[in-house]
């Protein structure tokens, strides 16, 4: 049986990479245009709250790209967080909170009061629009004067339901083929996690908190532009979109 210290955090890493790349082939290209940005605003060594972290993708390019950066990662979920405490261990510049973002008391785990940039993506479409609005006011407190907040996501513009059609069958009809050719989708990288000796555990409590699928929405992004200037954003605007993604860029 594999330990702890003994499991390859790295390949479970790289799992969870060409999972996530089944859904978003180009989901190299948000994370490189949000660290453009960070740079472009912030400089070199930013101090950042990795949001809805998970096994610490944000991270990972973040320290790779910024060396002199730290990062703060939240998330509730004990299977993906297993694996970003395993990946991380030993690092100074990374510090991970397990935490509930429906909890209004959440940012009171953190290690600090305020943040350069705050990052997260592919996380929060499982919220509603109501309990999302909430989190962009709290995120809101969080970030510093002159600071960001990102968010890549899934952003559909319900104005549009030719395109948006269109583009998810060409989209589904990819991950068909790729599945075909032996992708991993959610479900299957979840069933190989359940059966890892160190991961079995967490992985059996992350459904016990989630349940098999949450129900939340995809609002536009022009819904999360408005409501992060409401919050107290002085800016919000697209910075990089696909015909169903958009990473949006808020400026304190």
Same mark, same amino acid.
């Given at each position: 049986m594999t330990t702890r210290t003994e499991t390859d955090w790295q390949a479970w890493q790289e799992s969870w990479d060409r999972q996530q790349e089944w859904y978003m082939p180009d989901r190299e290209e948000r994370f490189r245009i949000m660290l453009d940005m960070v740079? $472009?605003?912030l400089g070199p060594r930013p101090r950042v709250l990795d949001l809805a972290c998970g096994t610490g993708s944000i991270t990972a390019r973040l320290l790779a790209r910024f060396p002199e950066a730290t990062s703060t990662g939240v998330d509730l979920d004990p299977a993906l967080l297993a694996i970003a405490e395993g *990946?991380? $261990?030993?690092?100074?510049r990374v510090t991970f909170v397990t935490a509930d973002l429906k909890d209004p008391d959440w940012?009171? *785990?953190? /290690?600090?009061d305020s943040y350069d940039a705050v990052l997260t993506a592919t996380a929060l479409h499982w919220l509603h629009s109501e309990p999302l609005a909430a989190l962009y006011g709290q995120v809101a407190e969080l970030v510093r004067d002159g600071g960001v907040f990102m968010n $890549?996501?899934?952003m559909i513009d319900e104005t549009t339901p030719r395109i948006n059609a269109a583009e998810r069958a060409q989209r589904h009809a990819r991950m068909d083929q790729a599945k075909a050719d032996g992708a991993l989708d959610w479900a299957e990288w979840w069933q190989v996690a359940a059966q890892d000796p160190v991961l079995a555990g967490p992985t059996a409590r992350r459904f016990e908190i989630y349940g098999e699928h949450a129900d939340g929405e995809m609002p536009s992004p022009a819904w999360h532009a408005r409501v992060l200037r409401e919050k107290g954003f002085g800016e919000a605007? /697209?910075?990089w979109c696909s015909p169903s993604d958009t990473l949006l860029l808020a400026v304190k």
């Open positions: 740079e $472009a605003l *990946t991380f $261990a030993g690092d100074d940012p009171t *785990t953190l /290690p600090y $890549a996501d899934h605007r /697209p910075v």
